[in-house]
C-alpha cells in the first residue's frame, strides 16, 4: 500500500517538474491573437498576468491597455524565452496606455500586463498590426537629431568596418529619464545601452559585413515626444 502511495506521489511530482499540472499560483499564458479583446483584472493577489503571441519575423504591433475600472498604471512587457525584450510604463491618471514593438524574428513571445506602484484595476487589451519600424541606414560621426514619440522605438543601422574591429562610441544629449538608446547585435542580443544615468559608452564589434543596430526607445506614456541627440562615432 505504502509502495503504492509512493508510486502516485512520484507521479505527481514529475507531472509538476514536466509541466503537465502547473504550479499552484502559477499560470501558464493565455492565448491572444491580432484584433481580439481580452478583459483582465490586476489585484493584490494577481499582480501579473501573461498572454502568448505567435509573431511572424518584421511583424509591427500596438498594444493597448484601456483601464476600465480602477487606478491602474500598467507595466506592459514583451519577453521570449524568459528574456525581457522592452518594457514600457504607463502614465499615472490615464486610462489608456500604448507601446508599439516591431518583432525581429518569427517565434513565439510572452506579453505581460503588470502594474506600478501597487495599482490595480480591470483592463481590455488590444493587439493592431502597424507598419513595422522604420529602419535607417547611418554611417558613423553622423549626429542624429530627431524625435521619439511616447511608446516608439525609431531604429538605426551601423554598418561594421569589414577589415578590422572597430569602437562604437554613442554619446548622447537631451537624454530624459523615459528615453534609452542601445546598440544591439545582428541576432538581436544587446551590447550596450545608455540610459539618463550614463550618457555615454563606448563598444566593441568585432570586423565583418553584419548590420548592428542602434534603438532609441522612449517608454513615457506622455503626450509629449521627447526631443533627442545622438552622435554615434567609430575608431579603431
Known amino acids: 500500500m505504502l509502495t503504492k502511495k509512493f508510486f502516485l506521489i512520484g507521479i505527481f511530482v514529475f507531472a509538476i517538474l514536466a509541466g503537465v499540472i502547473p504550479v499552484l499560483g502559477q ?19 494577481v ?14 504591433i500596438e498594444i493597448e491597455v484601456l483601464v476600465a475600472d480602477g487606478d491602474l498604471t500598467p507595466r506592459i512587457t514583451i519577453s521570449q524565452d524568459g528574456a525581457v525584450l522592452q518594457s514600457w510604463d504607463g502614465t ?9 514593438y516591431t518583432f525581429e524574428a ?4 510572452v506579453i505581460s500586463i503588470g502594474n ?6 480591470i483592463y481590455v487589451l488590444t493587439i493592431r498590426e502597424v507598419q513595422g ?15 521619439v514619440a511616447r511608446g516608439e522605438t525609431l531604429t538605426y543601422q551601423v554598418q561594421a568596418d569589414a577589415s578590422a574591429a572597430t569602437t562604437i562610441t554613442i554619446d548622447v544629449e537631451n537624454l530624459t529619464q ?5 546598440l544591439k547585435a545582428p541576432d538581436g542580443k544587446t551590447i550596450g545601452s545608455v540610459g539618463q544615468s550614463l550618457n555615454g559608452g563606448s563598444f566593441r564589434i568585432p570586423a ?12 513615457n506614456q506622455g503626450s509629449v515626444p521627447v526631443d533627442f541627440k545622438v552622435l554615434v562615432s567609430r575608431s579603431a
Open 27 to 45: 499560470q501558464p499564458p493565455k492565448a491572444i491573437a491580432l484584433g481580439k479583446l481580452e478583459t483582465g483584472a490586476i489585484t493584490a493577489d
Open 47 to 60: 499582480p501579473e498576468a501573461l498572454y502568448s503571441f505567435t509573431a511572424r519575423a518584421n511583424l509591427g
Open 92 to 100: 499615472q491618471g490615464e486610462k489608456s496606455s500604448k507601446a508599439k
Open 106 to 109: 518569427s517565434g513565439q513571445y
Open 116 to 121: 506600478i506602484s501597487d495599482t490595480t484595476g
Open 133 to 147: 519600424a522604420t529602419i535607417t541606414q547611418i554611417s558613423a560621426d553622423l549626429p542624429l537629431s530627431a524625435s
Open 178 to 182: 523615459s528615453v534609452s538608446v542601445a
Open 208 to 219: 565583418g559585413s553584419d548590420q548592428f543596430v542602434i534603438e532609441v526607445s522612449n517608454s
